[in-house]
Protein backbone atom coordinates (compact mmCIF):
# COMPACT_ATOMS: atom_id res chain seq x y z
CA UNK A 1 0.00 0.00 0.00
CA UNK A 2 3.26 2.46 0.43
CA UNK A 3 4.04 2.27 -3.32
CA UNK A 4 0.15 2.52 -4.16
CA UNK A 5 0.48 6.12 -1.92
CA UNK A 6 3.57 6.64 -3.76
CA UNK A 7 2.17 6.40 -7.22
CA UNK A 8 -0.70 8.26 -6.20
CA UNK A 9 1.60 11.26 -5.79
CA UNK A 10 2.56 11.05 -9.81
CA UNK A 11 -1.23 12.51 -10.36
CA UNK A 12 0.60 15.31 -10.29
CA UNK A 13 3.33 15.12 -12.63
CA UNK A 14 3.62 18.11 -14.91
CA UNK A 15 4.29 16.67 -18.16
CA UNK A 16 7.40 18.26 -19.87
CA UNK A 17 6.90 20.00 -23.35
CA UNK A 18 9.66 20.10 -26.86
CA UNK A 19 10.60 24.03 -27.18
CA UNK A 20 10.98 24.88 -30.90
CA UNK A 21 14.17 26.11 -30.46
CA UNK A 22 17.98 24.86 -32.03
CA UNK A 23 19.36 23.70 -28.92
CA UNK A 24 18.77 24.02 -25.06
CA UNK A 25 20.12 27.64 -25.01
CA UNK A 26 20.42 29.76 -21.46
CA UNK A 27 22.45 30.14 -18.38
CA UNK A 28 24.05 26.96 -17.47
CA UNK A 29 22.90 26.25 -13.94
CA UNK A 30 25.10 22.69 -13.66
CA UNK A 31 27.08 20.35 -16.30
CA UNK A 32 28.66 17.15 -15.47
CA UNK A 33 30.26 15.27 -18.44
CA UNK A 34 31.18 12.23 -16.24
CA UNK A 35 34.72 12.24 -18.18
CA UNK A 36 36.73 12.64 -14.68
CA UNK A 37 38.41 9.63 -12.81
CA UNK A 38 37.81 7.69 -9.31
CA UNK A 39 35.98 9.47 -6.91
CA UNK A 40 36.00 12.79 -8.92
CA UNK A 41 34.23 11.28 -11.66
CA UNK A 42 30.85 11.33 -9.25
CA UNK A 43 31.73 13.81 -6.60
CA UNK A 44 28.75 15.33 -5.40
CA UNK A 45 26.63 11.85 -6.95
CA UNK A 46 24.87 9.29 -4.66
CA UNK A 47 24.94 5.70 -5.82
CA UNK A 48 21.36 3.79 -5.01
CA UNK A 49 20.28 0.28 -5.31
CA UNK A 50 21.73 -2.89 -6.41
CA UNK A 51 22.97 -2.73 -9.77
CA UNK A 52 26.93 -2.40 -11.08
CA UNK A 53 28.17 1.48 -11.73
CA UNK A 54 31.64 1.56 -13.79
CA UNK A 55 33.25 4.33 -15.46
CA UNK A 56 34.21 4.48 -18.88
CA UNK A 57 36.98 4.71 -20.59
CA UNK A 58 36.23 7.33 -22.75
CA UNK A 59 33.95 9.45 -20.50
CA UNK A 60 30.91 8.56 -18.82
CA UNK A 61 28.91 6.34 -16.28
CA UNK A 62 27.31 2.66 -17.61
CA UNK A 63 24.86 1.74 -14.93
CA UNK A 64 23.64 -2.03 -15.17
CA UNK A 65 20.93 -4.68 -13.84
CA UNK A 66 21.63 -8.04 -14.24
CA UNK A 67 17.95 -8.75 -13.38
CA UNK A 68 14.64 -6.93 -13.64
CA UNK A 69 13.84 -6.91 -10.01
CA UNK A 70 15.49 -4.19 -8.28
CA UNK A 71 17.01 -0.51 -9.42
CA UNK A 72 20.28 1.11 -10.02
CA UNK A 73 20.15 4.94 -9.67
CA UNK A 74 22.71 7.88 -9.52
CA UNK A 75 21.49 10.03 -7.86
CA UNK A 76 21.84 14.41 -7.66
CA UNK A 77 20.82 16.59 -4.83
CA UNK A 78 19.61 20.14 -5.96
CA UNK A 79 20.91 24.03 -4.86
CA UNK A 80 17.39 26.13 -4.59
CA UNK A 81 19.19 28.88 -7.10
CA UNK A 82 17.85 26.27 -9.91
CA UNK A 83 14.32 26.56 -9.25
CA UNK A 84 14.04 30.35 -7.33
CA UNK A 85 13.41 32.72 -8.08
CA UNK A 86 9.95 33.03 -8.90
CA UNK A 87 8.81 32.36 -12.08
CA UNK A 88 11.45 30.09 -13.41
CA UNK A 89 12.16 27.39 -15.91
CA UNK A 90 14.73 24.95 -16.00
CA UNK A 91 15.42 22.04 -18.65
CA UNK A 92 17.40 19.05 -17.36
CA UNK A 93 19.33 17.20 -20.25
CA UNK A 94 20.78 14.20 -19.80
CA UNK A 95 23.19 11.94 -22.75
CA UNK A 96 22.18 8.37 -22.69
CA UNK A 97 22.96 5.15 -24.99
CA UNK A 98 21.48 1.59 -23.97
CA UNK A 99 22.59 -1.78 -24.46
CA UNK A 100 20.26 -4.73 -24.02
CA UNK A 101 17.51 -2.63 -21.95
CA UNK A 102 14.84 -5.36 -21.45
CA UNK A 103 11.18 -4.35 -21.88
CA UNK A 104 9.68 -2.53 -19.20
CA UNK A 105 6.89 -3.53 -17.33
CA UNK A 106 5.01 -0.16 -16.96
CA UNK A 107 5.98 3.10 -18.99
CA UNK A 108 7.46 4.60 -15.64
CA UNK A 109 10.18 1.81 -15.36
CA UNK A 110 13.10 1.50 -17.58
CA UNK A 111 16.18 3.82 -17.95
CA UNK A 112 15.47 6.84 -15.81
CA UNK A 113 16.56 10.05 -17.51
CA UNK A 114 16.73 12.23 -16.40
CA UNK A 115 15.16 11.58 -13.40
CA UNK A 116 13.08 14.38 -10.92
CA UNK A 117 12.02 14.30 -7.35
CA UNK A 118 10.74 16.94 -4.74
CA UNK A 119 7.91 17.41 -2.22
CA UNK A 120 4.99 19.34 -2.93
CA UNK A 121 3.66 19.19 0.56
CA UNK A 122 3.77 17.03 3.64
CA UNK A 123 1.40 14.82 1.81
CA UNK A 124 2.31 15.04 -2.12
CA UNK A 125 5.43 13.61 -3.45
CA UNK A 126 6.15 14.86 -7.34
CA UNK A 127 8.03 12.52 -9.37
CA UNK A 128 8.21 13.18 -13.29
CA UNK A 129 11.14 12.07 -15.55
CA UNK A 130 11.74 12.80 -19.50
CA UNK A 131 8.52 12.66 -21.88
CA UNK A 132 8.03 9.78 -24.72
CA UNK A 133 8.80 6.72 -22.44
CA UNK A 134 9.44 3.63 -21.32
CA UNK A 135 13.09 4.01 -22.74
CA UNK A 136 14.84 0.28 -23.36
CA UNK A 137 16.61 -1.48 -25.50
CA UNK A 138 19.69 -0.61 -27.85
CA UNK A 139 20.12 2.86 -29.07
CA UNK A 140 23.20 5.05 -29.46
CA UNK A 141 23.60 8.14 -27.89
CA UNK A 142 20.80 10.34 -27.68
CA UNK A 143 19.74 12.94 -25.00
CA UNK A 144 16.69 12.84 -23.44
CA UNK A 145 15.26 16.36 -21.74
CA UNK A 146 12.50 17.41 -19.36
CA UNK A 147 11.23 20.62 -18.55
CA UNK A 148 9.81 22.08 -15.62
CA UNK A 149 7.90 25.54 -14.72
CA UNK A 150 7.30 26.69 -11.30
CA UNK A 151 5.20 30.26 -11.34
CA UNK A 152 5.33 30.78 -7.84
CA UNK A 153 6.49 29.17 -4.11
CA UNK A 154 3.30 27.46 -4.31
CA UNK A 155 4.14 24.60 -7.19
CA UNK A 156 7.51 24.37 -6.35
CA UNK A 157 10.15 22.23 -4.13
CA UNK A 158 10.16 22.40 -0.37
CA UNK A 159 13.16 22.22 0.95
CA UNK A 160 12.55 21.66 4.61
CA UNK A 161 10.74 18.16 3.78
CA UNK A 162 13.20 16.86 1.26
CA UNK A 163 15.54 17.87 -0.86
CA UNK A 164 15.06 17.78 -4.57
CA UNK A 165 16.60 15.29 -6.67
CA UNK A 166 17.75 14.33 -10.50
CA UNK A 167 18.43 10.97 -10.99
CA UNK A 168 19.66 8.74 -13.50
CA UNK A 169 19.89 4.96 -13.76
CA UNK A 170 17.68 1.69 -14.58
CA UNK A 171 14.80 0.43 -12.90
CA UNK A 172 12.54 -2.93 -13.02
CA UNK A 173 14.79 -3.76 -16.07
CA UNK A 174 18.04 -5.52 -17.04
CA UNK A 175 21.01 -4.45 -19.08
CA UNK A 176 23.16 -1.03 -18.86
CA UNK A 177 22.50 2.12 -20.02
CA UNK A 178 25.66 4.81 -20.45
CA UNK A 179 25.26 8.45 -19.28
CA UNK A 180 27.34 10.30 -20.73
CA UNK A 181 26.19 14.10 -20.09
CA UNK A 182 23.68 15.62 -17.73
CA UNK A 183 22.77 19.57 -17.69
CA UNK A 184 20.37 21.89 -16.62
CA UNK A 185 19.81 25.31 -18.02
CA UNK A 186 17.45 28.04 -17.93
CA UNK A 187 15.16 27.88 -20.89
CA UNK A 188 15.99 31.00 -23.02
CA UNK A 189 14.66 30.83 -26.06
CA UNK A 190 14.61 33.99 -28.69
CA UNK A 191 10.88 35.69 -28.89
CA UNK A 192 8.75 34.43 -31.37
CA UNK A 193 9.67 30.96 -30.93
CA UNK A 194 7.07 29.98 -28.35
CA UNK A 195 3.62 29.89 -30.16
CA UNK A 196 2.43 26.86 -28.98
CA UNK A 197 4.07 27.17 -25.38
CA UNK A 198 2.42 25.37 -22.26
CA UNK A 199 1.21 22.77 -24.70
CA UNK A 200 2.40 19.85 -27.28
CA UNK A 201 4.24 21.84 -29.61
CA UNK A 202 5.36 20.17 -32.06
CA UNK A 203 4.76 20.94 -35.94
CA UNK A 204 2.68 18.13 -37.94
CA UNK A 205 2.13 19.81 -41.22
CA UNK A 206 2.44 19.75 -45.49
CA UNK A 207 3.95 21.05 -47.95
CA UNK A 208 1.92 23.54 -49.99
CA UNK A 209 1.69 24.53 -53.41
CA UNK A 210 2.47 28.66 -53.92
CA UNK A 211 -1.05 29.11 -55.32
CA UNK A 212 -3.05 27.33 -52.67
CA UNK A 213 -5.67 29.84 -51.42
CA UNK A 214 -7.48 30.94 -48.45
CA UNK A 215 -10.30 28.33 -48.61
CA UNK A 216 -7.19 25.68 -48.56
CA UNK A 217 -6.20 27.34 -45.48
CA UNK A 218 -9.21 26.95 -43.44
CA UNK A 219 -9.22 23.70 -44.65
CA UNK A 220 -5.91 22.68 -43.30
CA UNK A 221 -5.68 24.38 -40.33
CA UNK A 222 -7.56 24.71 -36.95
CA UNK A 223 -10.44 26.82 -38.35
CA UNK A 224 -14.06 25.97 -38.57
CA UNK A 225 -13.32 21.76 -38.16
CA UNK A 226 -10.40 21.93 -40.37
CA UNK A 227 -7.43 19.09 -40.17
CA UNK A 228 -5.95 20.77 -37.57
CA UNK A 229 -2.53 21.26 -38.91
CA UNK A 230 -0.19 24.08 -37.38
CA UNK A 231 2.54 24.67 -40.16
CA UNK A 232 3.00 24.55 -43.65
CA UNK A 233 5.94 24.10 -46.01
CA UNK A 234 5.20 27.60 -48.87
CA UNK A 235 7.13 26.13 -51.68
CA UNK A 236 8.48 29.17 -53.56
CA UNK A 237 8.69 27.27 -57.34
CA UNK A 238 8.72 30.12 -59.46
CA UNK A 239 11.53 29.17 -61.83
CA UNK A 240 12.00 32.83 -63.42
CA UNK A 241 14.42 33.05 -60.23
CA UNK A 242 16.99 30.45 -62.26
CA UNK A 243 18.08 33.72 -63.93
CA UNK A 244 21.51 33.94 -63.10
CA UNK A 245 20.58 37.80 -63.46
CA UNK A 246 21.64 38.61 -59.86
CA UNK A 247 19.94 42.05 -60.22
CA UNK A 248 16.56 40.86 -60.65
CA UNK A 249 16.21 38.10 -58.15
CA UNK A 250 15.11 40.01 -55.20
CA UNK A 251 12.31 42.26 -57.25
CA UNK A 252 11.00 38.49 -58.19
CA UNK A 253 11.26 37.18 -54.99
CA UNK A 254 9.72 40.63 -53.57
CA UNK A 255 6.18 40.34 -55.76
CA UNK A 256 5.79 36.61 -54.67
CA UNK A 257 5.99 37.67 -50.78
CA UNK A 258 3.53 40.35 -51.42
CA UNK A 259 1.22 38.39 -53.34
CA UNK A 260 1.50 35.42 -49.96
CA UNK A 261 1.70 38.07 -47.71
CA UNK A 262 -2.12 39.24 -48.76
CA UNK A 263 -3.33 35.95 -47.16
CA UNK A 264 -1.53 36.26 -43.88
CA UNK A 265 -5.07 36.96 -41.86
CA UNK A 266 -6.15 33.76 -43.26
CA UNK A 267 -3.39 31.90 -42.50
CA UNK A 268 -3.08 33.03 -38.99
CA UNK A 269 -7.46 32.61 -38.06
CA UNK A 270 -6.71 28.88 -39.28
CA UNK A 271 -3.74 28.65 -36.55
CA UNK A 272 -1.14 27.75 -39.15
CA UNK A 273 2.36 29.22 -38.80
CA UNK A 274 4.69 29.69 -42.31
CA UNK A 275 8.30 27.94 -43.42
CA UNK A 276 8.98 30.30 -46.24
CA UNK A 277 11.17 27.49 -48.86
CA UNK A 278 13.30 28.43 -52.00
CA UNK A 279 12.15 25.79 -53.68
CA UNK A 280 14.13 26.74 -56.72
CA UNK A 281 17.51 27.39 -56.74
CA UNK A 282 18.92 30.90 -57.79
CA UNK A 283 20.95 30.39 -60.86
CA UNK A 284 19.62 27.02 -61.58
CA UNK A 285 21.60 23.61 -61.88
CA UNK A 286 23.73 22.35 -64.35
CA UNK A 287 21.06 20.35 -66.85
CA UNK A 288 23.72 17.35 -67.22
CA UNK A 289 24.99 17.05 -63.79
CA UNK A 290 22.33 18.48 -61.86
CA UNK A 291 24.86 20.61 -59.65
CA UNK A 292 23.61 23.94 -57.95
CA UNK A 293 25.72 26.65 -60.50
CA UNK A 294 25.86 28.99 -57.37
CA UNK A 295 28.21 26.69 -56.33
CA UNK A 296 31.16 27.74 -58.54
CA UNK A 297 30.04 31.24 -59.28
CA UNK A 298 30.86 34.19 -56.42
CA UNK A 299 28.46 36.31 -57.70
CA UNK A 300 25.42 33.84 -57.38
CA UNK A 301 26.68 32.76 -53.98
CA UNK A 302 26.64 36.96 -52.90
CA UNK A 303 23.24 37.51 -54.18
CA UNK A 304 21.95 34.63 -52.41
CA UNK A 305 23.61 35.93 -48.90
CA UNK A 306 21.83 39.44 -50.13
CA UNK A 307 18.76 37.76 -51.10
CA UNK A 308 18.03 36.33 -47.59
CA UNK A 309 19.60 39.32 -45.74
CA UNK A 310 16.20 40.94 -47.54
CA UNK A 311 13.68 38.77 -47.13
CA UNK A 312 14.93 39.10 -42.97
CA UNK A 313 14.02 42.85 -43.69
CA UNK A 314 10.71 41.82 -45.70
CA UNK A 315 9.45 39.73 -42.55
CA UNK A 316 11.54 41.41 -39.59
CA UNK A 317 9.28 41.62 -36.21
CA UNK A 318 6.62 39.52 -38.48
CA UNK A 319 6.40 36.36 -36.49
CA UNK A 320 2.29 35.54 -37.59
CA UNK A 321 2.28 33.64 -39.52
CA UNK A 322 5.77 33.16 -41.00
CA UNK A 323 7.57 30.69 -38.50
CA UNK A 324 11.11 30.42 -39.98
CA UNK A 325 13.05 30.68 -43.12
CA UNK A 326 14.19 27.01 -44.87
CA UNK A 327 17.30 28.79 -47.27
CA UNK A 328 17.39 26.17 -50.14
CA UNK A 329 15.30 22.96 -51.54
CA UNK A 330 17.73 19.97 -51.71
CA UNK A 331 21.25 21.45 -52.22
CA UNK A 332 23.48 19.46 -54.26
CA UNK A 333 26.96 20.73 -54.05
CA UNK A 334 27.92 17.05 -53.52
CA UNK A 335 27.21 13.77 -54.45
CA UNK A 336 25.97 11.27 -57.09
CA UNK A 337 26.55 13.24 -59.86
CA UNK A 338 30.14 14.72 -61.37
CA UNK A 339 31.23 17.40 -62.43
CA UNK A 340 34.34 18.75 -63.68
CA UNK A 341 34.72 21.68 -61.99
CA UNK A 342 35.91 22.50 -58.54
CA UNK A 343 32.77 24.23 -56.74
CA UNK A 344 34.49 27.45 -54.74
CA UNK A 345 32.57 27.16 -51.92
CA UNK A 346 30.11 24.15 -50.02
CA UNK A 347 26.59 24.08 -49.20
CA UNK A 348 27.02 24.25 -45.14
CA UNK A 349 29.50 27.52 -45.72
CA UNK A 350 27.38 29.52 -48.03
CA UNK A 351 24.24 28.25 -46.02
CA UNK A 352 26.10 29.92 -42.47
CA UNK A 353 26.57 33.11 -44.67
CA UNK A 354 22.95 33.41 -45.51
CA UNK A 355 21.95 32.20 -41.36
CA UNK A 356 24.29 34.78 -40.01
CA UNK A 357 23.05 37.48 -42.80
CA UNK A 358 19.61 37.12 -41.41
CA UNK A 359 20.55 37.16 -37.71
CA UNK A 360 21.75 40.40 -37.94
CA UNK A 361 18.86 41.93 -39.24
CA UNK A 362 16.08 39.45 -37.13
CA UNK A 363 17.76 37.43 -34.20
CA UNK A 364 14.65 36.33 -33.20
CA UNK A 365 14.06 34.01 -36.59
CA UNK A 366 14.44 30.68 -36.49
CA UNK A 367 16.35 29.58 -39.91
CA UNK A 368 16.13 25.92 -41.42
CA UNK A 369 19.15 24.40 -42.90
CA UNK A 370 18.91 21.75 -45.17
CA UNK A 371 21.55 18.41 -44.67
CA UNK A 372 23.56 18.52 -48.69
CA UNK A 373 23.12 15.92 -51.25
CA UNK A 374 19.51 16.70 -51.64
CA UNK A 375 18.26 16.35 -47.99
CA UNK A 376 19.79 13.40 -47.58
CA UNK A 377 19.86 12.14 -43.87
CA UNK A 378 24.19 10.65 -44.54
CA UNK A 379 24.99 14.01 -45.27
CA UNK A 380 25.12 16.32 -42.18
CA UNK A 381 27.35 18.96 -41.45
CA UNK A 382 30.54 18.55 -39.47
CA UNK A 383 29.35 20.89 -36.85
CA UNK A 384 26.35 22.73 -36.69
CA UNK A 385 26.04 26.53 -36.77
CA UNK A 386 26.73 27.85 -33.87
CA UNK A 387 23.68 30.50 -33.54
CA UNK A 388 20.58 29.86 -31.26
CA UNK A 389 18.17 30.14 -33.90
CA UNK A 390 19.13 27.72 -36.19
CA UNK A 391 17.63 23.90 -37.06
CA UNK A 392 18.61 21.89 -39.77
CA UNK A 393 16.07 19.99 -41.99
CA UNK A 394 15.97 16.40 -43.95
CA UNK A 395 13.76 15.25 -46.77
CA UNK A 396 12.93 11.16 -46.56
CA UNK A 397 11.90 9.45 -49.65
CA UNK A 398 14.09 6.42 -49.33
CA UNK A 399 14.22 3.75 -51.19
CA UNK A 400 13.24 5.53 -54.21
CA UNK A 401 11.86 2.77 -56.13
CA UNK A 402 9.58 2.32 -53.24
CA UNK A 403 8.58 5.82 -53.10
CA UNK A 404 8.37 6.63 -56.45
CA UNK A 405 7.21 3.46 -58.00
CA UNK A 406 5.64 4.36 -61.63
CA UNK A 407 6.09 8.05 -61.03
CA UNK A 408 9.51 7.69 -63.67
CA UNK A 409 10.26 5.91 -66.50
CA UNK A 410 12.96 3.86 -64.11
CA UNK A 411 10.58 2.79 -61.03
CA UNK A 412 8.64 0.58 -63.51
CA UNK A 413 8.12 -1.84 -60.88
CA UNK A 414 5.77 -2.81 -57.95
CA UNK A 415 7.81 -2.51 -54.72
CA UNK A 416 5.83 -3.60 -51.77
CA UNK A 417 6.50 -2.22 -48.37
CA UNK A 418 7.96 -4.06 -45.90
CA UNK A 419 9.13 -5.99 -48.39
CA UNK A 420 12.39 -6.22 -50.66
CA UNK A 421 13.06 -3.61 -52.94
CA UNK A 422 15.41 -3.76 -56.07
CA UNK A 423 17.18 -0.08 -55.62
CA UNK A 424 18.12 -1.07 -52.55
CA UNK A 425 20.11 -4.54 -53.08
CA UNK A 426 16.90 -6.35 -52.98
CA UNK A 427 17.22 -5.96 -48.95
CA UNK A 428 14.04 -5.90 -46.58
CA UNK A 429 12.51 -2.50 -46.53
CA UNK A 430 11.09 -2.33 -43.13
CA UNK A 431 10.81 0.03 -39.89
CA UNK A 432 14.17 -0.89 -38.93
CA UNK A 433 15.58 -0.33 -42.37
CA UNK A 434 13.79 3.25 -42.18
CA UNK A 435 15.19 3.86 -38.71
CA UNK A 436 19.13 2.82 -39.93
CA UNK A 437 18.53 5.07 -42.98
CA UNK A 438 17.61 8.12 -40.81
CA UNK A 439 20.52 7.29 -38.36
CA UNK A 440 23.18 9.14 -39.14
CA UNK A 441 20.27 12.25 -38.60
CA UNK A 442 19.40 11.34 -35.76
CA UNK A 443 22.99 10.44 -34.13
CA UNK A 444 23.67 14.37 -35.22
CA UNK A 445 20.84 15.78 -33.92
CA UNK A 446 21.37 13.98 -30.87
CA UNK A 447 25.11 14.66 -30.42
CA UNK A 448 24.81 18.56 -31.07
CA UNK A 449 21.29 18.76 -29.68
CA UNK A 450 20.07 20.33 -32.49
CA UNK A 451 16.18 20.05 -33.47
CA UNK A 452 15.52 18.31 -36.83
CA UNK A 453 12.70 19.07 -39.01
CA UNK A 454 11.79 16.65 -42.03
CA UNK A 455 10.66 19.62 -44.49
CA UNK A 456 9.14 16.22 -47.40
CA UNK A 457 8.18 12.77 -46.80
CA UNK A 458 5.94 10.94 -48.54
CA UNK A 459 5.07 7.83 -50.82
CA UNK A 460 2.91 7.75 -54.07
CA UNK A 461 -0.38 6.74 -53.04
CA UNK A 462 -0.60 3.68 -55.90
CA UNK A 463 2.19 2.01 -54.04
CA UNK A 464 1.51 -1.80 -54.33
CA UNK A 465 -0.85 -3.09 -51.79
CA UNK A 466 -1.46 0.30 -50.03
CA UNK A 467 2.26 0.50 -49.35
CA UNK A 468 2.00 4.53 -48.96
CA UNK A 469 -0.02 4.10 -45.89
CA UNK A 470 2.00 1.73 -44.15
CA UNK A 471 5.25 3.16 -45.12
CA UNK A 472 3.85 6.93 -44.58
CA UNK A 473 2.94 5.28 -40.63
CA UNK A 474 6.15 4.16 -40.17
CA UNK A 475 8.28 7.33 -40.79
CA UNK A 476 5.62 9.66 -38.66
CA UNK A 477 6.18 6.74 -35.76
CA UNK A 478 9.87 7.02 -35.89
CA UNK A 479 9.90 11.19 -36.44
CA UNK A 480 7.54 11.05 -33.04
CA UNK A 481 10.10 8.78 -31.36
CA UNK A 482 13.10 11.53 -31.77
CA UNK A 483 10.94 14.60 -31.03
CA UNK A 484 11.60 15.45 -34.77
CA UNK A 485 8.95 18.12 -36.69
CA UNK A 486 7.51 17.06 -39.87
CA UNK A 487 6.04 18.28 -42.84
CA UNK A 488 4.07 15.90 -45.16
CA UNK A 489 4.78 16.15 -49.10
CA UNK A 490 2.01 17.42 -50.21
CA UNK A 491 -1.26 19.02 -49.32
CA UNK A 492 -3.46 20.00 -52.89
CA UNK A 493 -0.31 19.65 -54.89
CA UNK A 494 0.14 17.00 -57.22
CA UNK A 495 -2.47 14.08 -56.76
CA UNK A 496 -0.20 11.31 -56.84
CA UNK A 497 1.05 12.02 -53.16
CA UNK A 498 -2.75 13.59 -52.20
CA UNK A 499 -4.44 11.70 -49.38
CA UNK A 500 -7.49 13.21 -50.59
CA UNK A 501 -7.79 10.43 -53.74
CA UNK A 502 -8.01 6.83 -53.39
CA UNK A 503 -5.04 4.38 -53.63
CA UNK A 504 -4.85 3.66 -57.12
CA UNK A 505 -3.45 5.52 -60.14
CA UNK A 506 -6.84 6.64 -61.69
CA UNK A 507 -7.39 10.41 -59.83
CA UNK A 508 -10.96 9.43 -57.55
CA UNK A 509 -11.74 11.82 -55.18
CA UNK A 510 -12.18 9.94 -51.50
CA UNK A 511 -12.06 12.09 -48.84
CA UNK A 512 -11.53 9.57 -46.25
CA UNK A 513 -8.86 7.46 -47.45
CA UNK A 514 -6.70 5.84 -44.60
CA UNK A 515 -3.82 7.83 -45.41
CA UNK A 516 -5.67 11.06 -44.32
CA UNK A 517 -6.67 9.51 -41.69
CA UNK A 518 -3.62 8.58 -40.19
CA UNK A 519 -2.34 12.32 -40.66
CA UNK A 520 -5.37 13.77 -39.24
CA UNK A 521 -4.75 11.22 -36.13
CA UNK A 522 -1.52 13.18 -35.24
CA UNK A 523 -2.88 16.52 -36.49
CA UNK A 524 -5.31 15.91 -33.42
CA UNK A 525 -1.95 16.45 -31.07
CA UNK A 526 -1.39 19.71 -32.17
CA UNK A 527 -2.32 22.07 -29.49
CA UNK A 528 -3.30 19.01 -26.95
CA UNK A 529 -2.31 20.21 -24.12
CA UNK A 530 -0.26 16.65 -22.50
CA UNK A 531 -1.02 17.49 -19.21
CA UNK A 532 -4.58 16.00 -18.99
CA UNK A 533 -4.10 13.37 -21.41
CA UNK A 534 -0.97 12.33 -19.72
CA UNK A 535 -2.99 12.48 -15.92
CA UNK A 536 -5.79 10.21 -17.23
CA UNK A 537 -3.67 7.34 -18.61
CA UNK A 538 -1.69 7.86 -14.69
CA UNK A 539 -5.50 7.81 -13.34
CA UNK A 540 -6.44 4.71 -15.25
CA UNK A 541 -2.86 2.94 -13.90
CA UNK A 542 -3.30 3.88 -10.63
CA UNK A 543 -7.14 2.77 -10.44
CA UNK A 544 -5.86 -0.40 -11.80
CA UNK A 545 -3.16 -0.89 -9.54
CA UNK A 546 -5.71 -0.07 -6.48
CA UNK A 547 -8.36 -2.62 -7.63
CA UNK A 548 -4.84 -4.95 -7.52
CA UNK A 549 -4.08 -4.43 -3.97
CA UNK A 550 -7.42 -4.89 -2.90
Known amino acids: ?18 CLGASLVGDLLYQREFTFTGAEA ?39 SIWQPYPSTFVITALVAAHGVSTPQHNWNGIKAPFFEYRLSDNVTIYDQAPGGPYYG ?27 TVSLGLELVSGCADFLRMEITTRSVPSGWDYFDGVD ?111 AEHYKGVHDPIWAFDLLNEPHFMGDYSDPRTPTTTWFALSERAARAVYAVDPSRPIVISFDNWGSPDSPPSTPVSLPVVLYTIHMYAPICLTHQ ?69 CIE ?10 YHAFREWAGWSVEYFESKENIPDNNTIRKRLLLDYYAHNGATPTVTFSLLLLVSVIALALLYN
Open 406 to 474: WVYPEYDQDVVYPGPAWCANNVTIDKAWLRAYLQPAIDFANLHRIQIVVGEFSCVRWAAQNSSYRYIRD
Open 138 to 164: TFTARNLTLKYEFDDASDAPVPALMTP
Open 42 to 80: LAGWTVRGSGNVSLLAGGGVRVCLGSSSGSSLLTLSLES
Open 478 to 487: IFEDEDWHWI
Open 201 to 311: NRLRGAMIPMNLNAQGFRDFGSQDGGWNANVVRWQITNKTLETRDVSRWWPLLQDMLTQFDRLASYISAAGIKVLVDLHVVPGGCDAVTRVCEIAFDSTLQDGFVDLWRRV
Open 1 to 18: RGSLMRWVAVLVLLPACV
